[in-house]
């Protein structure tokens, strides 16, 4: 397409190149013969490399700066993520228009919600796709999105969509984070049909500054109901909002589009009784507008039952799908990687792993293995570098007061000093009465903390290894290692029963 078309719906007036563009790049070195390149300069100054990317036969650049002299045609716009957006939806043809689209955002159990979302609506026969956390699912074809990467770039979003609509998909379900809201990655919120929200709990103050700011950022999904965006198959717009949630009342007061709450709330519109909450089994009774009917699901962990709920209102209310589709589906959700995930080696005692990895995921993730077992809660855990460090005193914090024993150890400590990262912790941990050598242990390599461990399990105890989850790395320095709890878990079992298993992937910290 030509790049005037492409910038069409900005306004921008005469002067924009009439060149041709065959594909949208944001990584100089990753520039195509034919591509747009966008220098964005929030984060990395992507300015300094326009001689490079001329080199690399770019046609255009797009951005910000007006007195710019480069070696290729630029264009001036007011808001370069803004026109990124709006340049890839128009480069792949705006598949948006073809699909049903449900948005997702919360600082915790998205991923498990998307799932519950995308085997309801199989179930109900729908042909879906689906973008989330841990990668994208496109018919038959399952795609890694990267490290440490929930919402992707525009230009890949809507590459996943258009490929969505060509392979005869009817609906997708993304997950939104805050960060890809407000740099406008992803869909576009008016492209959405349906937007949920699992929870707005502490996390990202180091990016948005107050909560109130990361509040506003998740509150753009469901502001974008309001704004008209053709559709081939229009359905009526619907925000699904959590009413056991503090963001409750201010969500509600920001969309103008048909909302159905959910939740323990004696309020809410979608509500569950008889829970029964078990390892490897969670039970309740789902009652909504119209109807009751039992739901039963391997995703144990009482929280899940906000999940069910959140994916009933979506489906069963807001696309008026079948209950026995909302049954059938959430019922055959196996697992999700790294999320309460259990791993069994023939120990006799529970280990699970799961991504918790903020102050409310890891304190609900500790209630449900409290709920489940009668002997001690053993959990293992860390902080990020270079991410909020309110989180450093809120964990271990909650850890002290919920399990018997926390080992504290390295989560991305990043250009950070680990041991001064497990200081704070250590004193948040004494803050609330934990005693280092008893209550609580600093191993700083996160090999030795999980066989430390599970060394301490006697038979029924849980072992809860919290903060990675399905992630394949940990980031020292600038340097991303191959790493995962999973395998390290089992590799901590196995050395522990003296029975076969992998070896105990290794950091810069093991000795």
Same mark, same amino acid.
């Given at each position: 397409?030509? %790049?005037? /078309?492409?910038?069409?719906? %900005? ?15 944001? $990584?100089?070195? &990753? ?32 951005? +910000? ?35 049903? &689209? ?11 919600? @998307? ?11 729908? /042909? ?11 018919? $038959? ?32 379900? &993304? ?48 502001? #974008?109901?309001?704004?008209?965006? +053709? ?19 201010? %969500? ?44 039963? =699901? ?24 079948? !209950? ?19 791993? +069994? ?33 053993? =959990? ?5 570098? &270079? ?29 950070? @000093?680990? $041991?001064? !990262? ?8 004494? @803050?609330? #009465? ?32 919290? *903060?990675?989850?399905? +992630? ?16 390290? =878990? ?5 050395? %522990?029963? *003296? ?13």
């Amino acid at each position: 397409m030509k %790049l005037s /078309q492409l910038l069409s719906t %900005l306004n921008l007036g005469a002067g924009v190149p009439d060149v041709e563009v065959t594909g949208i790049s944001l $990584d100089s070195r &990753l520039v195509q013969p034919g591509d747009v390149y966008f220098a964005i300069v929030r984060g990395v100054d992507r300015y300094q490399y326009l001689e490079q990317v001329a080199a690399r036969g770019a046609v255009a650049v797009v951005g +910000e700066r007006s007195d710019v002299q480069a070696p290729l045609p630029h264009v001036t716009v007011p808001d370069a993520r803004l026109a990124l957006a709006e340049v890839a939806a128009a480069f792949y043809g705006y598949p948006a228009r073809d699909l049903t &689209l449900l948005g997702i955002t919360g600082t915790d159990g998205k991923t498990t919600t @998307s799932n519950f979302m995308y085997q309801i609506l199989r179930a109900a026969g729908l /042909q879906t796709g689906m973008v989330s956390t841990v990668n994208a699912q496109i018919g $038959d074809e399952v795609l890694d999105t990267g490290f440490h990467v929930t919402t992707p770039e525009a230009f890949d979003t809507q590459r996943y969509l258009r490929q969505m609509v060509d392979g005869g998909l009817t609906h997708a379900i &993304l997950e939104m984070t805050s960060i890809g809201l407000v740099q406008q990655r992803g869909a576009r919120p008016r492209e959405f049909d349906i937007a949920i929200v699992t929870n707005i709990t502490h996390e990202h103050l180091n990016d948005h500054g107050t909560y109130e700011a990361y509040f506003d950022a998740k509150a753009l999904l469901f502001e #974008g109901l309001n704004q008209p965006f +053709e559709k081939a198959r229009p359905v009526e717009r619907l925000a699904v909002l959590n009413r056991d949630d503090k963001s409750y009342e201010g %969500l509600a007061r920001r969309t103008k589009a048909k909302q159905i709450s959910y939740g323990l709330h004696p309020d809410a519109d979608l509500r569950a009784t008889e829970i029964r909450n078990e390892p490897g089994r969670l039970s309740f009774v789902a009652h909504g507008p119209g109807f009751s009917f039992p739901v039963e =699901t391997k995703m144990f962990g009482a929280y899940n039952v906000s999940n069910s709920l959140a994916a009933i209102g979506a489906s069963v209310v807001g696309l008026r799908l079948p !209950i026995e589709a909302a049954q059938a589906g959430i019922a055959a959700l196996e697992g999700v990687p790294g999320r309460m995930e259990r791993i +069994e080696m023939g120990q006799d005692f529970t280990a699970i792993v799961d991504f918790a990895h903020t102050p409310n995921a890891l304190k609900v993730a500790l209630e449900s293995a409290r709920q489940f077992t009668s002997g001690r809660v053993i =959990t293992v855990f860390g902080s990020a570098g &270079l991410r909020d460090k309110a989180k450093r005193r809120m964990m271990p914090e909650h850890a002290a007061e919920l399990a018997d024993v926390s080992v504290l150890t390295a989560e991305d400590p990043r250009t950070e @000093s680990l $041991d001064e !990262i497990l200081a704070e912790m250590a004193r948040a941990a004494e @803050s609330r #009465g934990g005693v280092e050598g008893k209550s609580f242990f600093r191993v700083p390599d996160r090999g030795a903390a999980i066989s430390f461990a599970v060394l301490q399990a006697k038979p029924g105890d849980v072992v809860i290894v919290l *903060g990675k989850g399905h +992630e394949q790395s940990m980031c020292f320095g600038e340097t991303e290692y191959p790493w995962d709890d999973r395998v390290a =878990t089992r590799a901590a079992l196995a050395e %522990l029963l *003296g029975v076969p298993g992998p070896e105990m992937p290794r950091l810069p910290t093991a000795g």
